[in-house]
């Protein structure tokens, strides 16, 4: 959890009586009602030991779920939801993630890649399943018996780990892109040129990123949609802002660009199809709706889509 988002989630004060839950990360064990005059207090859940103010947390056949909007909103993320489709899209720009959920399709897609997990439910609100959420993004979660908690852990520095035994259904996203042929040669002008607009658009970007951008351009060639060089689809109006602008000019080649471009055009793709990218913080509002756009790829500060199929 970034510094910013942990100051907005500190003061923030459990709001409501939590239904009974069960131990995240532990075999399902529900804690039976008792009367108010007796027993336990009503759980709660705390991330990095403050309170998480959300207006409900249900207990549901066994698994502990929450609003999925409000814990988006609780990472200052921006949410969407499609009400036909029963999906709801959470940015979280802070945590440089994006978590996508659909009501009764039991996982999550979280930076395009897919998490098994109880499958969201659809009541008032869309409700994920709390611990798979948290984990989902790289956080450790546990139920705290003693003090009737959800007890989330969030590592002050975001690290790659590996998902838990059996937590990843599938590497690619769930409506694979279909194969293409290898893109044609190049000449070495457009060769250059190409590696100029890569560089500009993910300068001081992961290798990944930038093989994402030059993979997106490859895809955008073999579409057809911007013309049939790879001239005409960098140069397309309104396209790449670094050639609007010219800043594709200004930028010394980093390190690793002319080998993600070869890779690229050899037909190396992490984005699986993405014909569209831009930074986490600005992308556009029909992008966010995943009934017309899957998001592929969330690298580098960056995110990756393509028309849904």
Same mark, same amino acid.
């Given at each position: 959890m970034?510094?910013?988002?942990?100051a907005?989630?500190?003061?923030r004060l459990?709001?409501?009586?939590?239904?009974?839950?069960v131990a995240?990360?532990?075999?399902a #064990?529900?804690? %039976? @009602?008792?009367?108010a005059?007796q027993?336990?207090? &009503? *759980?709660?859940v705390? $991330?990095?030991?403050?309170? +998480?103010d959300?207006?409900?947390?249900?207990?549901?056949q066994?698994?502990?779920?929450?609003?999925?909007?409000?814990?988006?909103?609780a990472?200052?993320?921006?949410?969407?939801?499609?009400?036909?489709?029963?999906?709801?899209?959470?940015?979280?720009?802070?945590e440089?993630?994006?978590?996508?959920?659909?009501?009764?399709?039991?996982?999550?897609?979280?930076?395009?890649?897919?998490v098994?997990?109880?499958?969201?439910?659809?009541?008032?609100?869309?409700?994920?399943?709390?611990?798979a959420?948290f984990r989902?993004?790289?956080?450790?979660?546990?139920?705290?018996?003693?003090?009737?908690?959800?007890?989330v852990?969030?590592?002050?520095?975001?690290?790659?780990?590996p998902?838990?035994a059996?937590a #990843?259904?599938a %590497? @690619?996203?769930?409506?694979p892109?279909?194969?293409? &042929? *290898?893109?044609?040669? $190049?000449?070495?002008a457009? +060769?250059?040129?190409?590696?100029?607009?890569?560089?500009?658009?993910?300068?001081?970007?992961?290798e990944?990123?930038?093989?994402?951008?030059?993979?997106?351009i490859?895809?955008?060639?073999?579409?057809?949609?911007?013309?049939?060089t790879?001239?005409?689809?960098?140069?397309?109006?309104?396209?790449?802002?670094?050639?609007?602008?010219g800043?594709?000019r200004?930028?010394?080649?980093?390190?690793?660009v002319?080998?993600?471009?070869?890779?690229a055009?050899a037909g190396?793709?992490?984005?699986?199809g993405?014909?569209?990218?831009?930074?986490?913080?600005s992308?556009?509002?029909?992008?966010?709706?995943?009934?017309r756009?899957?998001?592929?790829?969330?690298s580098g500060?960056?995110?990756?889509f393509?028309?849904?199929?």
């Amino acid at each position: 959890m970034s510094a910013a988002t942990r100051a907005r989630v500190a003061p923030r004060l459990l709001a409501a009586a939590l239904a009974a839950a069960v131990a995240a990360g532990s075999p399902a #064990t529900v804690l %039976a @009602a008792a009367p108010a005059s007796q027993g336990p207090p &009503p *759980p709660g859940v705390t $991330v990095n030991g403050e309170p +998480l103010d959300l207006s409900e947390v249900r207990n549901l056949q066994g698994t502990l779920y929450a609003p999925f909007d409000e814990l988006v909103e609780a990472f200052a993320g921006q949410y969407y939801f499609d009400p036909a489709s029963r999906t709801g899209r959470g940015f979280l720009t802070e945590e440089g993630s994006v978590v996508t959920a659909r009501a009764g399709d039991p996982r999550l897609d979280v930076d395009g890649r897919t998490v098994a997990a109880p499958a969201p439910r659809m009541e008032a609100k869309l409700m994920v399943p709390l611990a798979a959420f948290f984990r989902a993004l790289g956080a450790q979660v546990r139920w705290d018996a003693a003090r009737h908690q959800a007890v989330v852990l969030w590592p002050a520095a975001r690290v790659e780990q590996p998902d838990p035994a059996g937590a #990843t259904a599938a %590497a @690619a996203p769930a409506d694979p892109a279909p194969a293409d &042929p *290898p893109a044609p040669a $190049v000449d070495p002008a457009e +060769l250059l040129l190409m590696e100029q607009v890569v560089n500009a658009e993910a300068y001081g970007a992961p290798e990944e990123t930038q093989l994402a951008v030059a993979a997106v351009i490859v895809n955008r060639l073999r579409s057809g949609l911007w013309g049939k060089t790879l001239s005409d689809v960098l140069m397309a109006p309104g396209q790449f802002a670094v050639v609007r602008t010219g800043a594709y000019r200004l930028h010394p080649l980093a390190p690793g660009v002319e080998e993600a471009v070869r890779r690229a055009l050899a037909g190396e793709d992490p984005t699986h199809g993405a014909l569209y990218f831009t930074d986490l913080a600005s992308v556009p509002a029909a992008w966010k709706d995943p009934a017309r756009f899957t998001l592929t790829l969330t690298s580098g500060g960056m995110v990756f889509f393509r028309p849904r199929s």
